[in-house]
């Protein structure tokens, strides 16, 4: 009796300094709601690489918004960006994502070559989780359509990062500040 209360006692200070198990990044399987729900403006607000091309691409974004609108086909997505790298500011409209709805998979294709592939990950419908899966190395990087996200669905990304290895120090921010052309910044 005595050791069944001492296993039932200890039990849950056991359980409380387990390390965190790491949930599978979970891709969302394409329908033909996926896309739609994609469309319309979002907002870059960090990312995570160990591409080493990827990251002077990280430390130099200090902004980013694009907004996906539909493609010529059923199946491609048209791509406008505003970026600002250190102090210039860039604009590019002339990237198209093709949506491969067979193996849920995004390509972003930049003057017919492609620049990444991803797939999304589950999470809320105002987030957009990309695990970038082109290349060998671990890469995830979260927008949403606010330029602030809730401290819950920072919280979920960081746990995704910590699960693929990053360290809080390999994960880059963009501001919070929305600076475009028109607004200076």
Not at 11 to 34: K, M, R
Not at 93 to 117: E, I, P, R
């Amino acid at each position: 009796m005595l050791a069944t209360l001492i296993l039932f006692l200890g039990l849950p200070l056991a359980l409380a300094t387990e390390p965190q198990s790491c949930a599978p990044l979970i891709p969302v399987t394409f329908d033909n709601s996926t896309i739609p729900q994609l469309l319309g403006q979002w907002f870059y607000i960090a990312g995570a690489s160990s591409y080493p091309p990827h990251l002077a691409e990280l430390r130099a974004v200090t902004f980013e918004a694009f907004s996906f609108s539909p493609g010529n086909h059923e199946d491609e997505l048209n791509v406008n960006e505003i970026i600002r790298m250190n102090e210039t500011c860039v604009v590019r409209n002339s990237s198209k994502v093709l949506v491969f709805q067979q193996n849920s998979t995004l390509m972003h294709v930049d003057d017919n070559d492609v620049a990444s592939m991803a797939k999304l990950i589950q999470s809320d419908k105002d987030l957009l989780i990309l695990n970038h899966i082109n290349i060998d190395f671990p890469n995830l990087s979260l927008s949403a359509r606010t330029p602030n996200v809730s401290k819950e669905h920072m919280e979920e990304f960081r746990a995704h990062l910590q699960c693929l290895g990053f360290t809080e120090e390999e994960v880059f921010y963009t501001s919070t500040e929305v600076q475009t052309p028109l607004r200076g910044g």
